[in-house]
């Protein structure tokens, strides 16, 4: 019998607890309407690329591919709090930061035989869904120093919701470009 939704494999930047703990910290600075669904503070992540299902026989052909990408660490910076009114979803946008737009374009090469088209990114991590009418707060953003980046399957409704990590990727070395401080 097929899957009825099968996971979905993704690469992530996914912070660490105190990042974490910040962006739960800021999300409780909205004001959030009935609808609005919040992901648990552990599953919030910035989507670097989205490969969709894939069957688990390719799974070691894009964790081989992957291991072929290189970067520095990054200092981010997050910010740009907003609702995208096309599909109620609030975020936090990281700022433009040169290496991570390096990383991205990098994984996207690599990535090119499992995602020939790779849809528009803007960097972002999702605060919430179904929030039309949130508000974000007025203030600072959040600064978060990335160190590796994730191989990832997300498992959604009708199995338990989880993210599987499959590879953590580590990247080396200072980004050229210090954080926006």
Known sequence: MTDPRPPILYVFLMPG???????????AQWY???????PKAHRLHLTMAVLG????????????????VEGPSLHLHLGGARVWTHNGVAVLL???HPALMRLHADLAEVLR???PQPPPWTPHITLARRAWEAAAPQGSGIDWAVD????????LPPHPVHHEVLARYPL??????????
């Open 17 to 27: 607890w105190a990042v974490q703990q910040a962006l739960d910290g800021h999300r």
């Open 172 to 181: 080396r070395g200072e980004s050229a470009i210090p954080p926006n401080l």
């Open 53 to 68: 299902p894939q069957p688990d026989v390719a799974i070691a052909d894009i964790r081989q591919a992957l291991a072929g």
């Open 94 to 96: 990281a700022e433009p």
């Open 32 to 38: 959030w309407p009935r609808p609005a669904r919040q």
């Open 148 to 155: 590796e980046f994730l191989l990832v399957r997300s498992w």
């Open 113 to 115: 035989p499992w995602v």
